[in-house]
């Protein structure tokens, strides 16, 4: 034992051993570790934007076959329409010759 340690016991006070010196310092390294983390978590959070827009509809990928159906026939009437204003606007004789009918 040194003189500083037979000191100190003379005073009552009891010197720490080295591997609770070691103990210590690991400690105090964790808890400086936590604290940056901690303000680094903290810090974060205010950077983050957030979309305020409207969010769009999530459509199925399988469509029933019946609103497919009513789709197609939809298109196809509308295809129709318009086939059949086409063919009022058309003379006769223009009709005549894209059939190529002779009189």
Same mark, same amino acid.
């Given at each position: $034992?040194?003189?500083?340690? !037979? *000191? !100190?016991? /003379?005073?009552?006070?009891?010197?720490?051993?080295? +591997?609770?010196?070691?103990l210590? $310092?690991? !400690?105090? !390294?964790?808890?400086?570790?936590?604290?940056?983390?901690?303000?680094? *978590?903290i810090? =974060?959070?205010?950077? *983050?934007?957030?979309?305020?827009?409207?969010?769009?509809?999530?459509?199925? =990928?399988?469509?029933?076959? /019946?609103? =497919?159906?009513?789709?197609?026939? /939809?298109?196809? /009437? *509308?295809?129709?329409? &318009?086939?059949? &204003?086409?063919?009022? =606007? +058309?003379?006769?004789?223009?009709?005549?010759?894209?059939?190529?009918?002779? &009189?």
């Open positions: $034992m040194g003189l500083k340690n !037979l *000191i !100190l016991k /003379r005073l009552g006070e009891i010197p720490p051993c080295e +591997t609770c010196e070691v210590k $310092m690991e !400690l105090s !390294l964790a808890h400086i570790q936590n604290e940056k983390l901690l303000n680094s *978590i810090v =974060k959070p205010e950077s *983050i934007e957030f979309n305020t827009s409207s969010p769009e509809a999530i459509l199925p =990928k399988y469509i029933p076959w /019946r609103v =497919k159906q009513q789709e197609l026939e /939809r298109a196809d /009437r *509308i295809k129709a329409q &318009e086939l059949k &204003e086409a063919f009022a =606007k +058309t003379e006769v004789a223009d009709l005549e010759k894209l059939l190529e009918v002779s &009189e």
